[in-house]
């Protein structure tokens, strides 16, 4: 950082008042107020009394407009202090106001300090430049410039790295959501399969449930309206009853009965006939 900036008192030379004009008078006793605040304010600064520092600075700034080396020396007690955007706002103000090239110099100086220490490097490298264009052989200004187009190369690539990672990371979050997806309708899928298995066995036994009720139902529908079969010999008809191995049934018994008795009666009648013919009636005529 450049030093501060000690502001000595000219003897001004003694001009007639009736040769000088007003307003450049009022000027000139400003200016002089102005700087004699900025003198206490500098060893004020040096005893490390900043508030009685700051205080007369700006004081020596409301005083004069012009008095650029009051706006450096504060914008220093600010770098000082850590106070980096007020210190960057008097140091802006100290560059604009400067009278000669040396003030724009070392303000523009610090003022690419002032970026650095907030890694604007763009902006630290700008400033250098200009500080550079007022003073070509600061070597520590040149030496300032290299170090802040080195850490913007630094950064750019930090930047580029960070970019890459955190599309990678897209990328993985990205898969990890399509994983988890795919899981979760695999899973889904698995349900429903499991669903429907569950629902074909609970049809499949209620179907066996259905057939064994159905089953029972035909059962003791048929104990109650039974076969002829079925039933019970004191209660089948005799006429139903299926014949059994060798032995005739029941009709079969009653035709040969039958069979029997027309024949016992045609043999009968034979032997009837023959009576009659051989003895003939004794009450017959003669003729």
């Avoid at 410039?145 to 913007?152: I, R």
């Avoid at 950064?155 to 990328?171: E, I, R, V």
Wanted: proline share 4%; glycine share 4%.
């Amino acid at each position: 950082m450049k030093k501060l900036l000690y502001i000595l008192i000219l003897s001004l030379p003694i001009v007639g008042i009736s040769q000088e004009n007003k307003e450049i008078k009022e000027q000139k006793q400003k200016l002089k107020a102005s700087t004699n605040l900025t003198y206490d304010a500098n060893k004020e600064l040096v005893d490390d009394n900043f508030i009685d520092a700051e205080a007369n600075y700006r004081k020596a700034i409301a005083a004069s407009n012009d008095n650029a080396a009051a706006k450096f020396n504060l914008g220093n007690a600010y770098y000082k202090e850590n106070s980096f955007g007020e210190a960057f706002v008097r140091y802006k103000q100290a560059g604009e106001t400067a009278q000669t090239k040396e003030e724009r110099h070392s303000a523009y100086h610090n003022l690419g300090n002032v970026f650095m220490k907030n890694k604007e490097y763009d902006k630290a490298i700008e400033a250098y430049k200009e500080a550079l264009r007022n003073d070509p052989s600061d070597e520590e200004t040149r030496y300032n410039l290299a170090l802040a187009k080195e850490m913007k190369k630094k950064d750019d690539q930090q930047k580029q790295n960070d970019k890459n990672n955190d599309d990678k990371n897209k990328d993985k979050d990205n898969q990890d959501q399509q994983q988890n997806k795919n899981d979760q309708d695999q899973d889904d899928n698995q349900n429903k399969n499991d669903q429907q298995n569950q629902d074909n066995k609970e049809n499949d036994q209620n179907s066996d449930k259905n057939k064994e009720q159905k089953g029972d139902e035909g059962k003791d529908q048929e104990d109650k309206n039974p076969k002829p079969g079925d039933q019970p010999k004191d209660q089948q008809d005799p006429k139903q009853q299926p014949p059994r191995p060798n032995q005739l049934s029941p009709q079969q018994i009653k035709n040969i009965l039958e069979a029997m008795s027309n024949e016992e009666k045609k043999v009968q009648e034979k032997i009837n006939g023959k009576k009659v013919k051989g003895k003939p009636a004794k009450n017959a005529k003669d003729w």
